[in-house]
């Protein structure tokens, strides 16, 4: 989504922003010489757009108040985190339900687990003078 339709979209009423959706990519046969599937382009998903899609978040999360969902190539807790940190107040997974369908009660179990860490290190830490 461009720029302009992202602020269109907050001012149209938009309750959250989707970011993104795949990248289109082309593959084409070096034997036909012909794209390789019937569509010429197609969506790309999975790690490889994670780095694009984060940046993305960013970007759009610094010029919109609505709520941003962050979606590309969440693998791991440490994906969630990364895309929190740029911005996302949630996160879709695409990808990694289809090539490990328990990852997602996986990854619930380990955020709790992050969670539950972080806040018995926050209770041993000594309290700082303000
Ligand atoms: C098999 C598959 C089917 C998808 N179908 C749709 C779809 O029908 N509509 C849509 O907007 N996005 C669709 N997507 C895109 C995903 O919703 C998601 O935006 C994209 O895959 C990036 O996230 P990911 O890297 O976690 O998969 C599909 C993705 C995959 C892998």
């Given at each position: 989504?461009?720029?302009?339709?992202?602020?269109?979209?907050?001012?149209?009423?938009?309750?959250?922003?989707?970011?993104?959706?795949?990248?289109?990519?082309?593959?084409?046969?070096?034997?036909?010489?012909?794209?390789?599937?019937?569509?010429?382009?197609?969506?790309?998903?999975?790690?490889?757009?994670?780095?694009?899609?984060?940046?993305?978040?960013?970007?759009?999360?610094?010029?919109?108040?609505?709520?941003?969902?962050?979606?590309?190539?969440?693998?791991?807790?440490?994906?969630?985190?990364?895309?929190?940190?740029?911005?996302?107040?949630?996160?879709?997974?695409?990808?990694?339900?289809?090539?490990?369908?328990?990852?997602?009660?996986?990854?619930?179990?380990?955020?709790?687990?992050?969670?539950?860490e972080a806040r018995l290190r926050a209770r041993r830490r000594?309290h700082?003078?303000?």
């Amino acid at each position: 989504m461009s720029s302009p339709s992202r602020l269109a979209a907050e001012a149209g009423g938009a309750d959250a922003l989707v970011v993104s959706n795949t990248i289109l990519g082309l593959k084409i046969n070096i034997d036909t010489f012909r794209p390789a599937i019937g569509n010429k382009f197609g969506g790309i998903s999975g790690p490889g757009i994670k780095p694009i899609i984060v940046r993305m978040v960013h970007q759009v999360s610094q010029r919109v108040k609505i709520p941003v969902i962050g979606c590309g190539g969440i693998c791991k807790v440490e994906d969630v985190v990364e895309y929190m940190l740029a911005g996302a107040t949630a996160v879709m997974l695409g990808y990694i339900i289809f090539r490990n369908p328990s990852a997602l009660i996986a990854h619930h179990r380990r955020a709790w687990r992050m969670v539950r860490e972080a806040r018995l290190r926050a209770r041993r830490r000594p309290h700082r003078r303000r």
